[in-house]
C-alpha cells in the first residue's frame, strides 16, 4: 500500500507576526509605563488587544522577555533617529547640534521610553543597556569614533579621548531627559539642545579665568 503524503498546514504569515508582535510591544509600552513592571499583568495587555494571554506568551515566553522587548524596541528607534542625523551631508558642526537635538526631541516625544528605561534599571540591573552614545556595540563604537574623528578633523574638538567625550555627553543628556521625566517640568528640545551645546561648546569660564588655569598647568 502505498503511503499516502500529509498535506502541509496554512503556512505562517511572517507579516501577520510581525505586526502582531508591533501591536503587542506597543500596549505592552504604554502599560509598562502607566504601571510599572511589578504592577503591570500580561493578561491586561491581552485584555487591550482583545485577545488571549497565551497568544503573548506564544510571541514573549515570560513578563520578563516582554518588558525587555519593550526596552529594545525603543533603544531601536533611538539608534534609527540619531544615525539618520549623522547620515546626513550636514558638517560635522552642525551634525552635533541636530544629534544632541535628535536625542531630545526623542525623548520628548516619547516620555514613556524614559520611563521604561528607568524601570529597567532598577528591576533588571544586570541587562542594562545605554542609550546609544555610551556603548559597547563594536558597530555603533565604530559609527560614534567616525563622528568623533570628523569632529575633530573639522577643528570642532579640541584633542581629548573620544571614550571621555561620549561618556560626558551620554551623562549630560541621560540627566536631562530623567529631570524632564520626573520634574514634570515643560521641556523645548530645541532650547534644551541651545543650552547643552553653549555649556559644552563655550564652557562656563570667562576668557580671564581660562587664562589663569593656563597659567597654573603650565
Not at 26 to 43: C, E, I, R, Y
Not at 204 to 214: G, I, L, N, T
Amino acid at each position: 500500500m502505498a503511503e499516502v503524503s500529509r498535506k502541509p498546514g496554512r503556512p505562517k504569515n511572517p507579516d501577520l507576526r510581525s505586526r502582531r508582535e508591533a501591536e503587542i510591544l506597543a500596549v505592552a509600552t504604554k502599560l509598562f509605563a502607566d504601571m510599572g513592571f511589578a504592577s503591570t499583568q500580561v493578561q491586561s495587555i491581552a485584555e487591550r488587544l482583545g485577545i488571549s494571554h497565551g497568544t503573548i506568551y506564544s510571541y514573549f515566553p515570560t513578563k520578563e522577555t516582554l518588558f525587555l522587548a519593550t526596552v529594545e524596541r525603543g533603544l531601536a528607534e533611538l539608534t534609527v533617529t540619531m544615525d539618520a542625523v549623522l547620515a546626513t551631508a550636514e558638517p560635522p558642526r552642525v551634525q552635533f547640534r541636530q544629534v544632541i537635538r535628535a536625542y531630545l526631541q526623542f525623548f520628548h516625544d516619547r516620555p514613556e521610553m524614559t520611563e521604561l528605561f528607568i524601570q529597567e534599571r532598577a528591576a533588571f540591573p544586570h541587562s542594562h543597556r545605554s542609550l546609544y552614545f555610551s556603548t559597547k556595540d563594536e558597530q555603533e563604537c565604530q559609527k560614534h569614533e567616525a563622528f568623533f574623528r570628523r569632529l575633530q578633523d573639522d577643528g570642532v574638538l579640541r584633542p581629548m579621548p573620544q571614550e571621555r567625550f561620549m561618556a560626558v555627553i551620554a551623562d549630560l543628556l541621560y540627566g536631562t531627559i530623567l529631570t524632564n521625566l520626573l520634574s514634570g517640568r515643560p521641556a523645548d528640545p530645541e532650547t534644551q539642545m541651545a543650552d547643552v551645546f553653549d555649556v559644552i561648546g563655550h564652557g562656563v569660564f570667562s576668557d580671564a579665568e581660562r587664562k589663569r588655569h593656563a597659567k597654573k598647568t603650565n
